[in-house]
């Protein structure tokens, strides 16, 4: 019994150290971004490689993720889940990719598209699509940062590329994938810390 103790122990114990031993290096959105789901209910990983030395997050079966590379049995990516977003690791035998059209109909992109309390609206105009998007940051003490952007643009395959008109312009990648967009700006779309990127869903 005593054996059989103490080979549970070792388990438990090699099951607890295995998790990622490194940072994951994942530096934003792309202008071809990829998607993926969670097929069951696991574990993901932030902040490896910190003092903290990872912080573990409940990821559930059809969670989303963007992933950015793959380094042994973990994938660096976007984690996004009930209660938060950011870079991190998941098991890649986790993990499944989501098939895009690579030129999906017109009425595929329409729609109002949700990230959190931020906005961007898609319709059908003079055989373009006509995008507005309105983003906000909060910070401390009741500070409010906002964005918007406005404008026609023609799709690329399941790729749009909008450019705000003038110097120091907002630009903005919209990439359709399933149900979802990703999206990724050159920070110059709002105030400070706004932010037109992640994943998108369809309301």
């Known amino acids: 019994m005593r054996a059989q103790a103490l080979l549970g122990m070792l388990i438990c114990v090699a099951v607890a150290q ?11 959105f792309s202008a071809d971004g990829k998607l993926a789901e969670v097929t069951r209910s696991t574990a993901g990983y932030y902040g490896c490689g910190s ?14 993720v963007a992933p950015y590379h793959t380094d042994g049995d973990w ?16 098991r890649a ?3 499944r990719y989501i098939p895009a059209d690579p030129v999906p109909p017109p009425g ?12 961007i609206r898609i319709a059908a105009s003079n055989g373009k699509l006509h995008l507005t998007g309105e983003a906000e ?4 003490g009741g500070v409010v940062h906002t964005g918007d952007f406005e404008g026609d643009v023609s799709p690329q395959g399941n790729h749009l590329h909008y450019v705000e008109e003038g110097a120091d312009s907002c630009t ?5 994938i399933g149900r979802y967009l990703v999206a990724n700006d050159n920070e110059r779309c709002g105030g400070m810390n706004v ?3 992640g994943i998108w869903k369809r309301k």
């Open 18 to 28: 295995e998790r990622p031993q490194k940072a994951c290096a994942f530096d934003g």
């Open 51 to 64: 003092r903290i030395d990872c912080l573990p997050a409940k990821l559930a079966a059809g969670d989303v």
């Open 75 to 90: 994938t660096c990516a976007y984690l996004q889940q009930r209660d938060g977003a950011g870079p991190g690791w998941v």
């Open 93 to 95: 035998s986790d993990i």
């Open 108 to 119: 595929a992109w329409v729609g109002t598209w949700s990230n959190g309390r931020d906005r």
């Open 137 to 140: 940051w909060h910070g401390a």
């Open 172 to 176: 903005i990648d919209l990439t359709l």
């Open 195 to 197: 932010r037109f990127w």
